[in-house]
């Protein structure tokens, strides 16, 4: 089925470094979830955007909902060991409930 | 949030048989998804359950391969039906509820791994 790109695919990053990691779409969404999966889990929700603009934080973790409402972001700031996982975004589309996902962006944390 | 669990956690079938995986919830909730999970790859949509009526299939997806139930508002089971070693995937069961925003949101169950021989 249709998915979002994500990029990066993946990342190796150094303990206490900030990372950054974006979704883009063809078609306009009005909802952006962004997921962590760990390893054996169901994926779970992080953060929640609903307005084009939006800025949302979630203690060390902040999501952005594009102006074109086409992408979003989300930033990690200051990584530690258990932010390794598999983050998703997904977005819905006006009067559907249904999400898209993301292909992931796989992220290695070195100590 | 939501509590969700699914059983079993895990399982390794046989090929041409059938395996019927349940999604329980903590609480009583209108619609329940069922996701497909490929190795290494992103989640898919299977189908939308509600309780009361059929299950809405995706593209790619039909009921004679994963015939859902949805006897009430906090219980779903999908069954794989012949499985084939493509069938190996973990299968994810989500719920909908509405978050602080009055927006709503989806939140997952564990997930079952299936590996199929």
């Not at chain 1, 054996?40 to 609903?50: K, S």
């Not at chain 2, 090929?15 to 290494?40: A, H, K």
């Amino acid at each position: 089925g249709q998915q979002l790109n994500q990029s990066p695919q993946s990342m190796f990053i150094q303990e206490g470094e900030d990372v950054s990691m974006n979704c883009t779409s063809s078609s306009i969404f009005n909802t952006w979830l962004w997921y962590k999966q760990d390893p054996g889990e169901g994926p779970v929700l992080l953060i929640a955007l609903y307005k084009a603009g939006e800025l949302t934080s979630n203690g060390r973790l902040t999501a952005q909902f594009g102006i074109t409402r086409k992408d979003s972001f989300l930033n990690i700031s200051a990584s530690i060991p258990s932010d390794v996982g598999i983050y998703f975004c997904a977005g819905s589309s006006s009067g559907t409930y249904k999400y898209i996902f993301g292909t992931g962006t796989r992220l290695k944390v070195l100590a | 949030s939501a509590v969700i669990s699914q059983k079993p956690s895990r399982d390794i079938c046989q090929r041409g048989t059938s395996l019927t995986i349940q999604c329980q919830v903590d609480s009583q909730v209108t619609m329940m998804f069922w996701y497909r999970q490929q190795p290494g790859q992103s989640l898919t949509l299977i189908a939308t359950a509600n309780q009361g009526s059929e299950a809405t299939y995706e593209s790619g997806f039909v009921i004679d391969k994963f015939p859902i139930s949805r006897p009430n508002l906090t219980f779903s089971t999908l069954t794989v039906s012949n499985m084939s070693p493509e069938d190996s995937s973990i299968y994810l069961c989500s719920v909908e509820r509405t978050g602080v925003n009055s927006y709503n949101e989806q939140f997952f169950g564990p997930g079952t791994r299936l590996t199929v021989l």
